[in-house]
């Protein structure tokens, strides 16, 4: 009885926030397919039973100076043999003039269906807390001192939020749901301007919802086919990603590759220029990647490549990851 009062109470949570919503705080890329669900579902933090350690570093554009570019540190476990997990994550995202940095904490509590762990079989509960800081430099513009909106100077601001979410995880297969940003945290950075709400009610939603079904074999081979959901309500930006992961057991670990593919269902609109009629692009990408676990050490690297007739720049995102387990439990820290 006391679990199912948590359950309605952590849903209800959920519904009721998600009717008050532009991406801020922590990008959402492929990351979260190497290895670190963790970086989009703080119910994550500790599933595996084991403490991971991971860090990403993104690049797009290598030809463009100022690019995008997107720098994050986790960590996450359990608290000893109780059902209960930390986890933190600081990250540096810079887009030109552009920069945000911050830093997530995170408690999550797990419920354990089956009375050994050795069966994976929880549903999970997650809370991050995040303070994110943004910068402007506006210090190299050429106009400054003749466009009243340009300050001419370095810029910041800062806020603080929460995301909240819950994951149910078994051996075959998975579901996560997590709101991103649930608190009202609006600045003036970029003027005082106004999407489809009043500028006192803005705010930066996010809802994200994911499955997938891990397929085994009787040889060294699994499949994971998965999908991952997101809507903006400020924005009402939509996009879904579809995934397919192959794993190949090994002695001293596993092997893996896999193929992402992300569509969204928005586009925007630009004039081409060879007859002149007005087009709607929408953002399409595809993400190989490849993966390999050497006993408690983890690299993965990925290249999105962008479809579309209009691309800024020749170059594709490039992205690593690398890891390590530690302070393992009974539950193998290859599971999520």
């Known amino acids: 009885m006391r679990i199912n009062k948590i359950i309605v109470t952590f849903l209800i949570t959920i519904i009721f926030c998600s009717k008050t919503t532009s991406q801020e705080g922590l990008p959402i890329y492929s990351d979260y397919l190497s290895d670190n669900f963790y970086l989009l579902f703080p119910s994550m933090a500790g599933v595996s039973n084991c403490t991971k350690l991971r860090f990403t570093g993104r690049k797009q554009w290598m030809d463009q100076d100022k690019s995008p570019n997107l720098q994050t540190l986790s960590i996450n476990g359990r608290l000893g043999e109780s059902r209960s997990a930390l986890g933190s994550i600081i990250f540096n995202d810079e887009n030109g003039y552009h920069s945000q940095s911050g830093a997530y904490f995170t408690y999550a509590h797990h419920i354990l269906f089956s009375r050994s762990e050795l069966d994976l079989n929880m549903l999970s509960f997650g809370l991050s807390a995040g303070l994110i800081q943004y910068k402007l430099d506006e210090s190299s513009f050429l106009n400054a001192g003749f466009d009243p909106l340009i300050s001419g100077t370095l810029e910041t601001t800062g806020y603080f939020n929460i995301d909240v979410g819950m994951s149910y995880v078994n051996s075959k297969y998975y579901a996560h749901l997590t709101l991103k940003n649930l608190l009202f945290s609006p600045h003036d950075m970029y003027g005082d301007f106004e999407y489809d709400y009043p500028r006192d009610r803005t705010s930066y939603k996010r809802l994200i919802a994911s499955l997938g079904y891990v397929f085994y074999t009787d040889s060294p081979w699994s499949f994971e086919p998965s999908t991952l959901f997101q809507i903006s309500e400020l924005t009402t930006e939509k996009s879904i990603d579809l995934n397919l992961k192959s794993y190949y057991k090994l002695n001293f670990g596993r092997i ?72 393992r439990g009974s539950i193998d820290c290859d599971c999520y």
């Open 256 to 327: 893996w590759a896999g193929l992402s593919f992300r569509n969204s269902f928005e586009g925007a609109e630009y004039i081409n220029v060879s007859n002149g009629t007005v087009e709607e692009q929408r953002l399409q990408l595809i993400t190989p990647l490849f993966g390999i676990d050497y006993k408690d050490f983890v690299f993965s690297y990925n290249y999105s490549h962008q479809f579309g007739d209009i691309n800024f720049g020749s170059g594709g995102f490039h992205q690593i990851t690398i890891g390590f387990n530690f302070l």
